[in-house]
């Protein structure tokens, strides 16, 4: 009843409209609704079942947490860009009074000065992770507007730098917005912003960055504490503290001093801080560093934190980046570098990412550790230390493990926010994680940038369902095929 009834609703209406363009349309929906019956049927009659005889079972698709692609330069590209447009719009290089109003004068500045606020602060390790990072994007995208978000940002610090310092001329005791900048406390106010100041003034920033360089890899060198052998330490949470963290806030600073100007005395400071960091806190059963190491403890607990361990790899990779070839020290860095991947790849999840605890299942999976591996990884790649074949599948998966948190607003989801020193399990696994801890952001950028050169030197494809890196292009779009 319900064709025939619309079939006469709808001839009623050609004859009174005449119009051949009506008819015509009508025709098309009755040749419509003549096929319903057709249609619905076929979709009520049950599929047939896929056997070993029917169908070619081992290429079915699996339902992955993570995307199981190869990534392209594009895409990655993408990513960063949404991670750069958003920090472009919320990291301002403006400073208020103490009405909150733009203070564009910097000869008025004093106490209550303040940086205009922000979702993040210009002035933190975590930051100048993120300016090398844009630096890195810049170059192996040949986009200019990462590196200028960098230079920005730092031009921005060195022109309100003499503003402070005459403040402090009339006021010794004064506590500023850039008292950190001028009187670092800890490694964690000096290593990696006086590190990405060196690679911005090597990329040309042309600002002179250099006074604050030197302060910094001045308290570096002759200020922070250090056992008597010359280990870098600190008295916080107990005596005579080793964090696994303060290579990375030390280490990267002095080489790249080294490099700078030609001192070795940096080089000889960076190799000896990993080689005697390592022989306290790595565990070669394992591959994995601990995060805390304790002189006057009779035994020394052992938690693998995730990102401390991301701090020791990039460490490594950045002496590596710039020391010698034949430098005193170098092949002892390699081999610990080759035996940490080693270790890392092995506690690698099935989503892509490590653990907070890496050698704990059960801990959460955290974003900002697994893009200081993905980049780390990457690089040592890319410089030839490891093996693609090995370890490329396993960083494409990272990599896209990384770009699932991304959100479209361009923000880091999964980061453990900023992490003391633990003896017990309960402290590392409950730390929140949070969209505003900003060690996410540096590692994206720089994980990125060395993805997009990986895939300019290599040459991934799936084969047989799986990720497989091959030294030339292979042009085919098999599903399956033989390497020659």
């Known amino acids: 009843m319900f064709l025939p009834k619309f079939k006469s609703i709808f001839i009623k209406f050609v004859i009174i409209s005449k119009t051949k363009y009506i008819a015509m349309t009508i025709v098309n ?3 419509v609704l003549t096929l319903l019956p057709v249609i619905a049927f076929s979709q009520n009659q049950p599929a047939k079942p896929q056997n070993d005889a029917s169908a070619p079972l081992h290429l079915m698709q699996p339902e992955y947490d993570t995307p199981y692609i190869v990534p392209t330069a594009s895409e990655i590209t993408k990513v960063l860009d949404r991670v750069y447009n958003y920090l472009e719009a919320t990291t301002p290089t403006q400073l208020t009074d103490a009405s909150g109003s733009e203070l564009s004068d910097f000869t008025k500045v004093n106490e209550q000065t303040k940086f205009k606020q922000g979702d993040f602060r210009l002035i933190s390790y975590e930051w100048g992770v993120t300016y090398a990072g844009m630096l890195l994007a810049s170059q192996t995208t040949g986009d200019q507007k990462y ?32 008292f950190s900048v001028i009187h670092p406390h800890a490694l964690d106010d000096a290593g990696a912003m006086c590190a990405a100041m060196i690679k911005a003034e090597q990329a040309k920033i042309g600002s002179d960055l250099n006074p604050m360089i030197d302060n910094f890899i001045d308290f570096i060198s002759n200020k922070q504490q250090r056992f ?16 696994l963290d303060d290579l990375f806030m030390s280490v990267p600073a002095l080489a790249q001093m080294g490099k700078y100007t030609d001192q070795t005395k940096y080089f000889d400071d960076a190799v000896k801080q990993v080689l005697q960091f390592s022989k306290r806190m790595f565990n070669y059963d394992k591959g994995l560093f601990m995060h805390g ?8 607990p052992q938690f693998h934190w995730a990102r401390a361990n991301g701090w020791a790899v990039m460490t490594m990779v950045e002496l590596l980046e710039v020391l010698p070839a034949d430098y005193a020290g170098r092949d002892q860095v390699l081999d610990l570098l080759k035996h940490h991947i080693r ?9 892509g990412f490590w653990h907070q605890l ?10 900002s550790a697994t893009a200081i591996y993905a980049y780390s990884i990457a690089r040592a790649i890319n410089r030839g230390y490891i093996d693609e074949q090995v370890y490329g599948p396993m960083v494409c998966l990272a990599w896209n493990a990384v770009a699932s948190k991304v959100t ?20 590392y696994y409950y730390r929140p994680i949070n969209v505003f801890a900003a060690h996410g952001y540096g590692p994206l950028m720089l994980a990125g940038a060395e993805m997009i050169e990986l895939l300019k030197n ?11 890196f091959y030294s030339k292009d292979v042009k085919t779009n098999g599903a399956i095929f033989e390497a020659k």
């Open 408 to 427: 479209e607003k361009g923000q880091v989801d999964g980061t453990c926010v900023g992490t003391g020193m633990g003896f017990d399990p309960a402290f």
């Open 29 to 31: 929906i009755l040749a």
């Open 343 to 351: 270790g890392l790849a092995n506690y690698q999840s099935p989503q």
């Open 147 to 178: 590196a200028d978000y960098t230079f920005k940002r730092l031009k921005f610090l060195a022109d309100i730098r003499p503003s402070f310092l005459k403040l402090e001329q009339l006021n010794p005791d004064a506590r500023h917005a850039i």
């Open 293 to 300: 190491w304790i002189q006057e403890m009779p035994e020394h």
């Open 358 to 367: 890496i050698d704990k299942n059960d801990s959460y999976l955290e974003t």
């Open 458 to 468: 290599h040459f991934p494809k799936m084969n047989d369902s799986a990720i497989q």
């Open 228 to 243: 008597e052998d010359g280990t870098l330490a600190r008295n916080r949470p107990l005596p005579n503290s080793l964090w």
